[in-house]
């Protein structure tokens, strides 16, 4: 893992770290069982290096107790390592890019469930895996499971910032979590 976030610390391999204050890699566990992978980083991680540390972290915090897990027991992370400008979205360019340190990242780990957060690391996961592109509305809380590996993907916490009911759709989907450790 050292190697890794000195290649990270590193990289120029896109625009992104031109305007970041520094890179954000990983926070938790790097032998969890359990593998959480957002999008990009924000404001806040960007000044910090630590994923979901903001408004959307603390959802995140309350969805892990919510399965008695905290933190140090889950490995946090983001496809994209450096903060796109005024939090716009990833580009393509840049997934594919940085994609390659998270595919490292998923070795070093080895996590037994991976989680991708958000319509970004669903896409990036469920391409990976199966070829194939879904939507987040259509397949959050389903239980894929190819090479030993089980993939639950999930809307991003952020979405319950702005939506009341979606706290209720990501507690039921973190469950399935729990049922299949
Ligand atoms: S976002 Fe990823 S690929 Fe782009 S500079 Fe940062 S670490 Fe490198």
């Given at each position: 893992?050292?190697?890794?976030?000195?290649?990270?610390?590193?990289?120029?391999?896109?625009?992104?770290?031109?305007?970041?204050?520094?890179?954000?890699?990983?926070?938790?566990?790097?032998?969890?069982?359990?593998?959480?992978?957002?999008?990009?980083?924000?404001?806040?991680?960007?000044?910090?290096?630590?994923?979901?540390?903001?408004?959307?972290?603390?959802i995140?915090?309350?969805?892990?107790?919510?399965?008695?897990?905290?933190?140090?027991?889950?490995?946090?992370?983001n496809?994209?390592?450096?903060?796109?400008?005024?939090?716009?979205?990833?580009?393509?360019?840049?997934?594919?890019?940085?994609?390659?340190?998270?595919?490292?990242?998923?070795?070093?780990?080895?996590?037994?469930?991976?989680?991708?957060?958000?319509?970004?690391?669903?896409?990036?996961i469920?391409?990976?895996?199966?070829?194939?592109?879904?939507?987040?509305?259509?397949?959050?809380?389903?239980?894929?499971?190819?090479?030993?590996?089980?993939?639950?993907p999930?809307?991003?916490?952020?979405?319950?910032?702005?939506?009341?009911?979606?706290?209720?759709?990501?507690?039921?989907?973190?469950?399935?979590?729990?049922?299949?450790?």
């Amino acid at each position: 893992m050292k190697d890794l976030l000195k290649e990270i610390q590193n990289c120029k391999k896109c625009g992104l770290y031109k305007t970041r204050i520094m890179p954000t890699i990983y926070c938790g566990n790097i032998k969890s069982k359990i593998m959480f992978i957002g999008e990009a980083p924000g404001k806040n991680e960007d000044e910090t290096g630590v994923p979901f540390c903001g408004r959307a972290g603390k959802i995140l915090d309350e969805l892990l107790n919510y399965i008695n897990f905290k933190r140090e027991d889950v490995h946090i992370t983001n496809i994209v390592k450096c903060r796109p400008p005024k939090n716009r979205d990833p580009k393509e360019s840049e997934i594919k890019k940085c994609g390659c340190f998270l595919e490292k990242q998923i070795k070093l780990v080895n996590p037994k469930i991976i989680c991708p957060l958000g319509r970004f690391s669903s896409k990036y996961i469920l391409k990976k895996y199966f070829k194939k592109s879904f939507e987040i509305g259509e397949v959050h809380g389903k239980v894929f499971k190819v090479n030993n590996i089980v993939i639950i993907p999930m809307y991003h916490p952020a979405a319950a910032i702005y939506d009341n009911k979606k706290i209720d759709v990501l507690k039921k989907d973190f469950k399935k979590i729990i049922n299949n450790l």
